[in-house]
């Protein structure tokens, strides 16, 4: 079981990580910074997961229905967020100049 859940994590995941610079696309491109930033942040949020989770398990008491409803929860308003977020970038004109 745990095999599985470390399966469809991991699975998750990357799909968010490469959905990522496809929202953001219309508003900042699809140059390689787009896809380092996100790349960059996806790494950061699970490192800082893992070492969160490495201090719930070192404690005594189950955490583990706890994180999943959390991280339920927190996938649930990136889709909910999905058709907000977009258009309030859409009216700050946020550009990225690439000087070559």
């Given at each position: 079981?745990?095999?599985?859940?470390?399966f469809?994590?991991?699975?998750?995941?990357?799909?968010?990580?490469?959905?990522?610079?496809?929202?953001?696309?219309?508003?900042?491109?699809?140059?390689?910074?787009?896809?380092?930033?996100?790349?960059?942040?996806?790494?950061?949020?699970?490192?800082?997961?893992y070492?969160?989770?490495?201090?719930?398990?070192?404690?005594?008491?189950?955490h583990?229905?706890?994180?999943?409803?959390?991280?339920?929860?927190?996938?649930?308003?990136?889709?909910?967020?999905?058709?907000?977020?977009?258009?309030?970038?859409?009216t700050?004109?946020?550009?990225?100049?690439?000087?070559?």
């Amino acid at each position: 079981m745990n095999y599985l859940i470390a399966f469809l994590g991991g699975f998750l995941v990357m799909g968010l990580e490469l959905l990522a610079p496809r929202l953001v696309a219309p508003h900042f491109g699809t140059a390689i910074y787009s896809w380092a930033a996100a790349i960059g942040f996806s790494l950061l949020a699970l490192s800082f997961g893992y070492w969160l989770g490495d201090r719930f398990a070192l404690r005594e008491a189950p955490h583990g229905p706890v994180i999943f409803s959390g991280t339920a929860l927190w996938i649930a308003l990136i889709g909910v967020s999905r058709g907000l977020v977009p258009n309030w970038l859409g009216t700050l004109d946020l550009r990225i100049v690439v000087f070559q």
